[in-house]
């Protein structure tokens, strides 16, 4: 049960309340910014909640168990709180929200009323609507590890085990051919599509900080194109600067002669496929347990 501090209750037990909403928005890359639906600005915690952002809020849904209820908050644009470019980038992306009750005459007297994850972002015009989820929405999202003849593992990981310094690469973008199409240099000492299903993440101009997934890696005219599977959310310019690395198709064949990993392999290449589970046991097949390639 929650227990209400001793000042904010006899405040909700007087007469008339001065109560509002705030939220406190931890973003992933450690950015922290306060709102309010209050017509003045807040501080608590030392951290300012801005009443100029517009925020405020729907109605929200609580239960008991692990439903996964949640409500929306809206509000819009403002250069100096929600940018549209940081919300089109995915920078508020599963960012960590904390929802409180604050009595706005003493901001000392305020209660967490839930913890949420920003979830879907609408844009209206010059509006945005973003969903609040509980927690538990966590639950419903897949856990564990399925048979499958490819690796489950994230390249680099503490289950793939392989170090990722060998397979980095810092470039520069010198021509820009469209938002899914990039000419890079630096490059030139790694083979064509090394750096397929890669991942690069670049480290200046306007997208500086965001990441994306590399579909190909090709060599034109002595030139090195990285096709990207969706377009950035932000611009990218000749002269950004980013940091590339090397991607790996998840097949074994790919483990052992690529990354000279296969013994640390984490996926399943000799069970049987669903033909050979399904069939059944004749004069020419041969059911010894013994796997299908050596």
């Known amino acids: ?29 450690g950015v922290v910014m306060g709102f309010t639906d209050h017509d003045r600005d807040l501080s608590f915690d030392g951290l300012a909640y801005l009443a100029a952002s517009g925020f405020e809020a729907s109605e929200t849904e609580d239960g008991n168990g692990l439903s996964a209820e949640g409500g ?6 403002s250069a100096d709180a929600i940018r549209a470019e940081d919300l089109s980038a995915g920078r ?6 904390e929802v409180f009750a604050v009595n706005w005459q ?5 209660l967490l009323l839930r913890t949420a994850e920003l979830g879907e972002v609408r844009r209206e015009g010059g509006l945005f609507r973003v969903e609040l989820r509980r927690l538990t ?15 489950d593992a994230v390249f680099g990981d503490s289950r793939c085990g392989m170090s990722l310094a060998a397979y980095k690469a810092i470039a520069t973008v010198t021509a820009v051919r469209d938002d899914m199409h ?17 991942v690069l993440s670049f480290t200046g101009g306007a997208a500086k900080g965001l990441s994306a997934d ?35 198709d998840k097949r074994f064949s790919t483990c052992k002669a690529k990354f000279g990993n296969g013994l ?13 589970s399904y069939g059944y046991a004749d004069g020419e097949t041969v059911h010894d347990g013994s796997p299908l390639y050596d």
């Open 92 to 97: 508020y992306d599963g960012a960590k929200v």
């Open 106 to 110: 003493d901001p000392s007297q305020r």
């Open 214 to 248: 590399v579909e190909d890696h090709r060599r034109l005219e002595g030139a090195d194109e990285l096709t990207l599977w969706l377009p950035m959310a932000a611009e990218i310019a000749v002269g950004d600067t980013l940091e590339v690395t090397a991607g790996c």
């Open 182 to 198: 990039v000419e890079v240099s630096g490059l030139s000492g790694f083979a064509e599509r090394f750096f397929r299903y890669g």
């Open 264 to 276: 640390n392999f984490q996926g399943f290449p000799h069970i049987p496929g669903s033909d050979f």
């Open 1 to 29: 049960m929650r227990e209400i501090p001793a000042g904010l209750q006899a405040h909700l037990d007087g007469e008339a309340t001065t109560l509002c909403n705030a939220w406190r928005v931890t973003r992933r890359d």
């Open 72 to 77: 929306d908050v809206s509000g819009g644009f």
């Open 137 to 151: 929405h966590r639950l419903d999202q897949m856990r564990g590890r399925i048979y499958a003849r490819q690796c």
